[in-house]
Nanobody, 115 residues
Framework: QVQLVESGGGLVQPGGSLRLSCAAS????????MRWYRQAPGKQREFVAL???????NYADSVKGRFTISRDTAKNTVYLEMNSLKPEDTAVYYC?????????WGQGTQVTVSS
């Protein structure tokens, strides 16, 4: 069982920045991949970014060049640095951990981009 706790969401103006954190209860080296997803009102949950246990990263086209996923292995924490935020980035952001055949989710953190 891996427990995930997200933090860092909030209200930000268009063009602004936020950094989300996802603290895992297990060593992130033992987790195959950690991902960020988001879900906007009335829409399906969508993939945002991932980082593997080996440190490889991948991004959705909609956030490429604006968002950066990173990790602090000493803190078992994954981050999502979000820059140049747009109103369409407004969503609840979820952290996901994939460990072997199991998938774990955090509770989500709200990000609202509005003037």
């Amino acid at each position: 069982q891996v427990q995930l706790v997200e933090s860092g969401g909030g209200l930000v103006q268009p063009g602004g920045s936020l950094r989300l954190s996802c603290a895992a209860s297990d060593s992130i080296f033992s987790i195959n991949a950690m991902r960020w997803y988001r879900q906007a009102p009335g829409k399906q949950r969508e993939f945002v970014a991932l980082i593997t246990s080996g440190g490889s990263t991948n991004y959705a086209d909609s956030v490429k060049g604006r968002f950066t996923i990173s990790r602090d292995t000493a803190k078992n924490t994954v981050y999502l640095e979000m820059n140049s935020l747009k109103p369409e980035d407004t969503a609840v952001y979820y952290c996901n951990a994939q460990k072997w055949q199991y998938s774990y989710w955090g509770q989500g953190t709200q990000v609202t981009v509005s003037s």
